[in-house]
């Protein structure tokens, strides 16, 4: 497949699904097996009722991007200094950093939200917000994958482009951000975009303490109208439209960067 037939595919990808989702959800309201009887007139657009309730959703968008947007951030930053730990040549700063990874990689994230919301106060006397607990799990959670990801990248660059900066009179420092650390970025960015949408995703999770984001405004809404099959696809179809955003633009800047499939000639 040429370069230009993979972009045109692309190109399409996105409208295409949109279109099957939004099919497969006009097409339930003609009437659905087992009797259930659609009613989409709570979320339509023409409706009083249905603008309100489409406002509290989509409400929800805000939410669910600043504080993902915010837990990636910080991830990248924790995740890149255990990445650097992991490549010393000092042996307990390298075992520090396994220890790290392995133990927070190891917890769910759902039970950590919970820990350290519910479990955290008792022990210490320290109470977090609810977005601020969000950010927290979210942020330390990813890092240990981010920081594996940028280790991975640090790995594959090799070592003769170090010496070749140092003997050109560059500080160590100077030789990772100048040298280094931009040919890794390059090589880690489509997998630092997945981290990105299951950030993303995973930012669901923090509804079970009340953070009003898009998974718990559908539960709220449910609870006032008691139409959850309605609202729950309207909330796939919301996470839909959000994750083929992200991933639209990860391509965009893959192409600009000159990474992955795109970027190849």
Known sequence: MTKASFEARG??????????AVLVLTGCSGGG???YTFAWYILSPADGRGQANLSFLLMGFWAT?????LAMMISLTIGLLVALMGISKRRWVHRLSRVYVEFFRSIPLLVMILWVYYGLPSLTGIQFGVFVTGLICLAISDSAFTSEIFRSGLQS??????EAARSLGLSPWQTMRLVILPQVVRAVLPALGNQ?????KMSSLVSVIGFQELTRRANELTLTEFRPL??????VLEYLILILLVSWGVRVMERRMGTGVHGRG
């Open 157 to 162: 660059i090799k070592v003769g482009q170090g």
């Open 33 to 35: 097996g087992g009797g």
């Open 230 to 235: 309605e609202i729950y696809s309207f909330l």
């Open 196 to 200: 990105y949408v299951y950030i993303l």
């Open 11 to 20: 190109r399409w990808r996105l409208p295409a699904l949109l279109a099957v």
């Open 65 to 69: 991007i600043s504080i993902s947007t």
